[in-house]
Nanobody, 113 residues
Framework: QVQLVESGGGLVQPGGSLRLSCATAGFAFKWSTMAWYRQTPGKERELVANISPSGLASDYLESVKGRFTISRDNTRKTIALQMNNLRPEDTAVYYC??????WGQGTQVTVAS
């Protein structure tokens, strides 16, 4: 059974940091491109960052470049998203994703003072 379970969300002040984690099971993780998406009410889900199976290549949404870092551990079958210098516009539900179409349940990130 495929499982993707996010953790690490919460409330943080602008300029603060959070680290999201996604634990996975049930599919060939080490061969899978992994990603983080986010969604706010009334908007399309958007790709925040993705990472290649080897971890050597990654790509980011323009607005998070230089602030967010995606990483993976192929031994533990986990990915992470380190988010620094958070802004109110980063507030969203963040989802872990693996091709072909596996999604986690999401974790809420709220950036507010």
């Amino acid at each position: 059974q495929v499982q993707l379970v996010e953790s690490g969300g919460g409330l943080v002040q602008p300029g603060g940091s959070l680290r999201l984690s996604c634990a996975t099971a049930g599919f060939a993780f080490k061969w899978s491109t992994m990603a983080w998406y986010r969604q706010t009410p009334g908007k399309e889900r958007e790709l925040v960052a993705n990472i290649s199976p080897s971890g050597l290549a990654s790509d980011y949404l323009e607005s998070v470049k230089g602030r967010f870092t995606i990483s993976r551990d192929n031994t533990r079958k986990t990915i992470a998203l380190q988010m620094n210098n958070l802004r109110p516009e980063d507030t969203a539900v963040y989802y872990c994703y693996s091709r072909p179409s596996y999604w986690g349940q999401g974790t809420q990130v709220t950036v507010a003072s």
